[in-house]
């Protein structure tokens, strides 16, 4: 069946500091995969996504290259903000049956 | 644009009580709808989703249900709470006619209480 491996943290980074949260997955084929974060107290927003072998996803500074050869997706960001603690989850969509897949979400905390 | 509503937004309920929550999207036409738990932790738990009204698939087995009376409405039920149904219950919608129907977009949840 499909899976998705993430770091489980907590990461903590001091402001400006570079981010890299490892998401590696198993799954059948070409996935669509992504990356959610959730504020503190919040519902999970969408971050960016992939949908294709090689393709980049990037949003509000952050970045993640589809690698089917490595089966992974890592998160990077080349500056965090005191604003990027949050929680972030990798998950891939495989369309046969509707949901998602998510890793268990790796808690980030910045410190200024 | 659309939009996603849950409430209500916290909840405090003593065991053995019922429940019921509301998920109601605007601005989308048969979307894919989904319930999920957060508890203790950061882990999603998928409960139930529905691809079309009165459809609806479960995921785990124990006392919650689900129902799609309408076409942008999902509820979530239960007609006996245990301490266990404490967490944040997230909604989500996914269209399966738009040009992302591997998408899902997440509502800004109910934190349920159970005392």
């Known amino acids: 069946g499909n899976s998705v491996t993430q770091m489980e943290g907590p990461v903590t980074l001091s402001e400006e500091a570079f981010l890299t949260i490892n998401c590696t997955y198993t799954a059948t084929g070409y996935p669509s995969l992504f990356w959610y974060v959730q504020y503190p107290g919040e519902g999970l927003q969408l971050l960016l996504k992939?949908?294709?072998?090689?393709d980049k996803g990037s949003n509000k500074g952050f970045e993640a290259t589809y690698r089917k050869e490595t089966t992974s997706f890592h998160l990077e960001k080349g500056s965090v903000q005191v604003s990027d603690s949050a929680v972030y989850f990798c998950a891939l969509w495989r369309g046969s049956n509707y949901k998602l897949t998510f890793g268990k979400g790796t808690l980030l905390t910045v410190n200024p | 644009s659309q939009t996603i509503h849950q409430w209500p937004a916290t909840l405090v309920q003593p065991v053995g009580s019922p429940l019921s929550l509301e998920c109601t999207v605007e601005?989308?036409?048969?979307?894919?709808l989904y319930w999920y738990r957060q508890a203790a932790g950061r882990g999603l738990q998928l409960l139930f989703y529905?691809?079309?009204?009165?459809?609806i698939s479960s995921e785990v087995p124990q006392n919650l249900s689900a129902s799609r009376p309408q076409d942008r409405q999902f509820i979530l039920s239960s007609k006996k709470l245990l301490l266990s149904d404490s967490g944040f219950y997230l909604c989500a919608w996914a269209s399966l006619a738009g040009h992302a129907p591997d998408t899902q977009y997440f509502g800004p949840g109910t934190r349920l209480t159970v005392l």
């Open positions: 992939a949908t294709k072998a090689d």
């Open positions: 529905s691809v079309g009204i009165g459809q």
């Open positions: 601005g989308t036409s048969n979307p894919n």
